[in-house]
C-alpha cells in the first residue's frame, strides 16, 4: 500500500492555520471571560487562606507552594521587566507570572503550550478519544496514597497496546498513545480517571500502518478491569485488598465504565479542540463562579447524566478543599506519551505529522507574552501610546537586578 493513502486526506491544507486559529479563539475567549469575571478564586483565596490553614494545619506542603504562588500572581513585588519609551520617556511595568498550574491564568498558558508540544508529535491520522473510569470504592485508595495514580496510567496504556498485540501478535501492532490524568469531576469532587488519545491504526514490525476503525467496548471494560484490579492488588497487597476485589468483580459484571465513542477526529480543528479541552485545564475556570459573598461561594456546572445545569453553594473553606485536592505532588507528570509516541520507531521517517517541523518553529513566536497578548485584545503591549515601540530596560527580581532580556 502507498504510504500516501496510509493517512486521511481530511488533514492536507494548511492544518497549521486552522489549529493556530482555534488556540487563539480560545485563549481570547478565556481571557475575556477571566478578566470580565466578577468574582476570582485569588481573592477568594485572599480572602480565606491564612484562616483556612490555621483551622486545616495538615495541609500538603506543595499545595502550600503552589497557592501562594498563584495568590502572588501578576504581584511587582514578587518581579518584573522594565520597559522605556525613548520618545516620549514613558516606562511600562511588566510583572512576571507565577507560572503554576493551579492558577487559572498561567494554567491557561500552560494549557496552550502543552497544546502545542503534543500537536508536534501527533501522527496525520484518525485518534480515538477514549476514557477510562473507575467506580466510587476505588477513588478513596487513589487520594489517600498518591503514588497509586501511576497505576491507572500504566494500566489503561497496557489494556490498549495489549489489545492491539492481539490484533497479529507476529506483527506487534503499535498504536500512538498520549494519556491524561484528570483527578476532578464536574462538581470538583475526586474523580480521578484516565483522558486517551489513542491512534485509529498502529504500525507494525513489517508492514508501515493499519489502519483500526472498531473498538470493541465490552473488551474493553473488562480488559480495562481486570488490568487496574491486578496492578492495585500487586501494589497493595492480597491481604489488604482482595475481599474488596472480589466484590468489585461481582458488583460490576461488565467491567469498568470506559467511554470511547467513533467520534470526527479527523480534522485540524477536532484534534485542537481536544488537546486544548482536555490536557491540563484547571480543575474549574473562573466563570463557573455565579456569586460570593465573603463567606459562601455559589458555582455552576453541568451534570454528566443529564447535562442539567446544577447549582452548588459551599461555605469558601468547603471550596477551597474542593480545589487544592486537585493539586498534583511535586515533579508529578499528569500527561504521558506510550506506543509509537513514547519512542522512535523504525517507520519514524515514514509517518506525516499534524505539524511540521517549521510549523512546530511558529510556536516559540506564538508563546511571547506580547504576541499572546497582541492576538487576544488587538495591541501589542510593547508599543507606547506614542505611537513608538519601547525598549526593554532591565529585569527586577527581589535582592537582585538582572541586566539580560527576558
Known sequence: MA?????????????????LRHILSF????LVITLSSKFTIKQIFHDHWDDFL?????????????????MECGNPAKGYALYFCEHCFKFKHVPFRCKSRFCNTCGTSYQMDRSFSISSKLINCKHRHIVFTIP??????FRKDRDLLNILFKA?????????FAQNKSQNF?????????????????????????????????????????????????????????????ALGKSQFRNLKNKLYSAHPEGFYVHAPSSDFNSPNTVANYITRYIGRP???QSRII??????????????EDNKRIEETLHAHDFIKRLIIHIPQKHFHMLRYYGLYARNHKFQDKFIRLLSSSQVKARRFFKRWAFRIEQSFGFDPTKCSCGNYMNFLYIYIPSSIASSPP
Open 3 to 19: 504510504i500516501a493513502t496510509l493517512f486521511d486526506a481530511d488533514f492536507n491544507g494548511c492544518v497549521e492555520l486552522f489549529f
Open 27 to 30: 485563549f481570547k475567549m478565556y
Open 54 to 70: 490555621n483551622n486545616y494545619p495538615n495541609v500538603r506542603s506543595v499545595v502550600i507552594d503552589e497557592v501562594e504562588k498563584s
Open 136 to 141: 466510587e470504592e476505588l477513588r478513596i485508595f
Open 156 to 164: 489503561s496504556a497496557q489494556v490498549m497496546l495489549d489489545w492491539f
Open 174 to 234: 503499535i498504536p500512538g498513545i498520549v494519556s491524561s490524568l484528570h483527578t476532578f469531576g464536574r462538581d470538583l469532587k475526586w474523580n480521578p480517571h484516565i483522558h486517551m488519545l489513542v491512534t485509529e491504526g498502529g504500525s507494525g514490525n513489517f508492514s508501515v500502518w493499519r489502519h483500526v476503525k472498531h473498538f470493541p467496548f465490552v473488551m474493553l471494560r473488562k480488559k480495562w478491569q481486570t488490568t487496574l484490579l491486578f496492578y492495585m492488588e500487586e
Open 283 to 285: 480543575a474549574m475556570a
Open 291 to 304: 456569586h460570593y459573598d465573603g463567606s459562601f461561594v455559589t458555582f455552576w456546572y453541568q451534570r454528566h
